[in-house]
């Protein structure tokens, strides 16, 4: 069966929220998602909701808090899923599978998370149950503190490439100064991300504080329908090829600076699509910290590895290059909500797609690949994702 | 396409385990599962896991953990499904829409909680996390508490059952003793089980000791396959109807004694099927606590509402009795290692279908009913299975 289609979608502003709770959140995007998609709550088959959580909150079951926000959902089958940071990619993925096998025709996606209810402290060890915690929970300075080893190790094999990741920071919070949903909508420049100052401290280094993305609440919905029903509907976009490819949770059990998971996901699902990287407008990238989008750029086969610093001094993932990454400004500018995040790069590239991302928009774009992981690379999944019309 | 089938499957003992975590006890089962199923680790397109965590450890993604313990299974793709108490079969519905969709042809199901490595008075408060707990969270004796609620409106409304609700406690710790994997492999009387005491004492009135499951560590795992796959292999389980619906979460926005998501859940799964209940041979019923059962005969259509009583005084679920119902010794005699609990009920009813059940074998199985349950009937799945060959 022919894979469903986006056909509406939502999208918090990503920041420090008043919404009190995930509830709140994903009560602020769920109505909007429909009636941007011209379908109504009775159409809804199934909602797929991804959140973190883990602590966050002491309310889990979170799966049954969008009827609680939107009561006329009450009885629509509702499913949360979780796969750490990929966990948006994780419901997408669910919500297609559903329609593929034919058990609806029109599902609900909502990504969300409230990150700021609880201590900065506390936020870091909670997201630390993303890591091996067996290893690796000890590490300084959090999930920080992790792809400051990657970086480091990284520096160390293939020499110092802290510039590049400034010049990627740079890039990312340039872009997301034209994003409206972005936590912070400022160009702070190169030089601000290349100098250590008291501003931009080493919070985890190599790492500046600068490439690091931020603690934020948002939520963010899709909506899914089977192609039929999106013939009829105001705006559609495919998806040409999708894959999720797994790799071993300990960074001890593996090269730990190849994102295998990520290159196979990539190879993969472009396989599906019968296109290659050069045929896409622009990427969306999983940027939580710029050392990850520069491995990335390998995983993804823009350079061979080590050569990640090319693709940077070229200025190919500029807006205006080769090949764009990040024109949302990525989880660098946007904010990361854990479970919000996926969904997020699904929709900033779906906007591209259909002329709707205002001050972002590419012109033109027809083909975007959106790249969203779980760990440190351990849940990958890949989306090609195409206009329809 | 057709649903994918049940090809094997692996259940280890329940109760307290030595096992320190979630990683260990899928251990336990992943590589049984495969061997059962006559199939290894490279025939695995994809894994999906159910675990309810939210605290019960800070390790999670718990996706991942597969793999740690099963290094062969590094690169292929794992997802975690949530929700509460029906966790487990999130995750098989997710599988079967994996296969369903054509997205592969195999795929491995493992549900899994530790829940004893936290103490009891912190456990009580991480299931309440299913509760809505802005309103319900404040109750006595957590999730007990709530269902202690439920069965005093119901006696309130329908009079006193408390009689009914030793019976089938008595019925379940019966049918248990002849299940190897149960927690609790006793057959404690009905005299025990009716006549409050210093070993039995009021949890949550009405609601005695032995009208709540029990606290315990577990995992099960089921293989799933296409119909193609499963027809080379020694076993097949067909899902003839398998339907989730929802409740809203608030108990205070409903009828909290009609299960009314549990009964649509029922009523689609047996349209689809072509089924009436009296077709089938057997059922899995999700006995948290013995008023759940009780409700659970209303909703799904042996007694009319207010008359589950008639049920229990007929002898209709005993072993022999019309529809026998828990043969395993259900949640009672099993225990409630939540993330795993969905997938026991499908392995319990799997085994009667394909005459493996040893002790607890109902001879002639051929169609089974499992409902399973996520929160006070929030979240409702129903599967009907049935032997192929």
Chains 1, 2 share one sequence.
Request: aromatic residues 6%; negative net charge; proline residues 4%.
């Amino acid at each position: 069966m022919a894979e469903a289609q986006i056909v509406g979608w939502a999208h918090s502003r990503f920041g420090k929220s008043e919404a009190a709770s995930t509830l709140e959140l994903m009560a602020e995007v769920v109505p909007p998602a429909l009636a941007h998609a011209g379908l109504g709550a009775a159409d809804v088959d199934a909602i797929f909701v991804g959140v973190f959580n883990n602590g966050f909150s002491a309310q889990d079951f979170q799966a049954s808090l969008v009827a609680m926000g939107t009561p006329d959902l009450a009885h629509t089958p509702a499913t949360r899923l979780e796969n750490a940071c990929a966990t948006g990619s994780a419901a997408i993925h669910a919500a297609l599978d559903f329609i593929g096998a034919g058990r609806g025709r029109v599902a609900l996606v909502v990504g969300a998370e409230k990150m700021t209810a609880v201590p900065t402290a506390e936020t870091g060890d909670i997201l630390l149950g993303a890591s091996y915690r067996t290893e690796e929970a000890g590490v300084e300075g959090g999930f920080a503190g992790l792809f400051g080893r990657l970086a480091a190790h990284y520096f160390q094999r293939h020499g110092d490439r802290s510039d590049e990741l400034a010049a990627i920071a740079a890039k990312n919070h340039r872009n997301g100064a034209a994003n409206p949903y972005a936590h912070m909508q400022r160009d702070v420049g190169y030089a601000f991300c290349r100098d250590v100052s008291e501003r931009n401290p080493l919070v985890a280094p190599p790492l500046r504080r600068t490439d690091c993305s931020l603690v934020s609440d948002g939520a963010a919905a899709l909506v899914l329908a089977d192609a039929e029903i999106a013939a009829d509907l105001p705006r559609a976009v495919a998806f040409r090829g999708r894959r999720q490819a797994n790799d071993i949770l300990a960074l001890s059990r593996r090269d730990p600076i190849v994102f295998e998971g990520a290159r196979r996901a990539w190879s993969q699902a472009l396989g599906d699509a019968g296109l290659t990287l050069d045929d896409l407008d622009l990427v969306e990238t999983h940027d939580c910290f710029t050392i990850a989008e520069l491995i990335e750029y390998e995983a993804m086969g823009l350079a061979a590895p080590g050569e990640g610093h090319r693709v940077v001094r070229e200025g190919w993932t500029e807006r205006g290059g080769r090949l764009p990454v990040n024109l949302s400004g990525g989880l660098k500018s946007k904010g990361h909500p854990i479970g919000a995040t996926g969904v997020s790069m699904h929709v900033m590239a779906a906007m591209q797609l259909c002329d709707e991302a205002g001050a972002m928009q590419l012109p033109g774009a027809s083909l975007a690949g959106v790249f969203n992981m779980g760990g440190a690379a351990v849940a990958n999944y890949v989306s090609i994702l195409e206009r329809m019309r």
